[in-house]
């Protein structure tokens, strides 16, 4: 039985759109990709009590005016959308969300997307998301800005003497420590991560254990 080689298949099958997911490039670098979990991780510890806000990184949005996923779409490197459920996403799909853009934008430099991160994307994120506030970082060089829309423009937030930029989206700052961008809290302490966090706590019971040693105490038989 031969097997005919130039299939076509009949004009009257339609496929099902395969656009239902985030259709993101990869990121330019490890660095990117550190950067971005670090982003995730420390905003959904410090609020894991909150389930009204959604973060998402390297994920596609879609806000075409027609509803079509097959046009206007922007990725951003990360951002927040408050005011609405906190699960998981395929992508953000702005109609299928209340008509909701991101309260928050970040978008992480490299060589390859600095000048469109500076110019078109800031432009949409400006005129089109309205989203509150932009800010970028290139995880290389250190580059950092942020913006606040004013009026429906962008202006520069001005930073602390720690050279930190408060966020109003967040109730935090953002700030570069140790060669990365994480967020510290009104009072200048730095919110942690994860590992951070146990790190801390194993500390403490260590500290612990050894005050009850000193009292005479084995803390193995308590």
Known sequence: MSVAKDFE???DVIFPPGDLYSDEPPLESDLHLRQIVLLLQCLEL???N???FYAGGNLTIYYSPRQRKSEDFRGPDFFVVLGTERK???SWVV?????????LIIELLSN???ATDKGLKKQIYQDIFRTPEYFWFDPNNLEFAGFILVGGTYQP????PQGWLWSQQLSLYLGVHENKLRY???EGQLVPTPEEVAERETQKAERLAAKLRELGIDPENL
Do not use: M, V
Request: net charge neutral.
């Open 88 to 90: 998981p996403r395929k």
């Open 50 to 52: 909150r389930n009204d």
């Open 95 to 103: 109609w299928e969300e209340e008509g909701k853009y991101p309260n």
């Open 157 to 160: 937030i001005e930073p602390n």
């Open 112 to 114: 390859s997307t600095a």
């Open 184 to 186: 510290f809290t009104a």
């Open 46 to 48: 410090w609020w894991q």
């Open 9 to 11: 298949p009949p004009k």
